[in-house]
């Protein structure tokens, strides 16, 4: 019995000592609901807006939330771009969460090597957990950097998803816009800017401008000529009506369009020429967006963000 005794009271002795790490608790400064409105914290999130939309005028961008629209690494991108001349080679739209990070993480590196702060009050984490006390820090260092000026123009896209899937170029973006469309109509605007944007430089040289994605390529005649300029190739106006004057020749045009681009890999059956005609938005959106993915990063690119 003694020796039974005796030898538990070894073994509790030799049991493994308890890792203190276990019991720390982590502390986060924050800022509470409450607090976003005392007048302090709003007078310098209007300022950096102002800032940032100032610099966004150009570009017909409007950020409207510090945390909502810079934490998925989009407008941070474009702000060192800009700022400091550094272009990264990253997915333009990133709406997962996964690639959201992974576009924060090379961003926020390059950021880092230029604030040069040994005590930085943001990292990866706090900006895409979208806590605004860490994303005042950020965009307070940035402008105090020299180097980063605020007066310098800058270019930016911004994006704005919660679980849903990556808008990215691996099956044409048909699947992403489909997810886009379940978001805000503010965000859906962003992405029809920036592919008016990408058409707009690919018409340019036949003098043409398009301002309205919805109406402008409805009867497939700009759609045709656009695909005629990024594909290389010269589309004989015998074989579609360059002024269609009703549903039949449009519902032609667009049929074309549509052949043209299948037989030119693009991922597009899931489009019905009659919901183009439309006016449908997923199908306008998924057809240029196809063009978009398999044209524009071939060229120092027009940016697509999804604020």
């Known amino acids: 019995m003694e020796a039974d005794v005796s030898q538990n009271h070894n073994e509790e002795e030799e049991e493994e000592p308890v890792d203190a790490d276990c019991f720390q608790v982590v502390r986060t400064k924050m800022i509470q609901p409450t607090s976003r409105k005392d007048p302090k914290v709003e007078k310098l999130t209007e300022a950096l807006l102002d800032w940032i939309n100032s610099t966004l005028k150009t570009e ?8 909502e629209d810079l934490y998925d690494g989009l407008v941070l991108h474009h702000l060192l771009a800009r700022l400091a001349g550094v272009r990264l080679s990253l997915e ?25 702060q040994s005590d930085t009050k943001w990292d990866v984490s706090r900006i895409h957990n979208k806590d605004l006390l860490a994303t005042l820090h950020l965009l307070v260092a940035m402008v105090r950097r020299k180097g980063m000026r605020s007066d310098v123009q800058t270019e930016v896209l911004t994006g704005d998803s919660t679980n849903v899937e ?89 049929t074309f369009a549509l052949s043209l681009l299948t037989h030119a890999g693009l991922h597009v059956s899931s489009v019905q020429p ?33 604020l």
């Open 92 to 116: 333009e739209i990133a709406l997962t969460s996964s690639a959201q990070i992974r576009k924060l993480e090379a961003v926020m590196e390059e950021l880092d090597k230029r604030l040069d």
């Open 274 to 306: 009659q919901d183009f005609v439309a006016r449908e938005v997923a199908a306008t959106l998924k057809v240029l967006y196809a063009l978009f993915c398999k044209h524009a990063r071939q060229e120092e690119k027009t940016s697509v963000v999804f």
């Open 60 to 67: 017909h961008i409007v950020v409207q939330s510090l945390d």
């Open 166 to 254: 990556n808008l990215s170029c691996t099956d044409g973006g048909v699947n992403a816009v489909e997810q886009l469309l379940k978001l805000g109509a503010h965000k859906v605007a962003v992405v029809k800017q920036a592919l008016v944007d990408f058409v707009n430089k690919s018409l340019a040289s036949l003098g043409l401008h398009v301002s309205d994605v919805d109406k402008q390529f409805s009867d497939g005649v700009i759609l045709l000529l656009l695909i005629g300029q990024l594909e290389g190739f010269f589309i004989p106006l015998c074989d579609f009506s360059l002024i269609p004057v009703n549903n039949e020749q449009m519902l032609h045009n667009v």
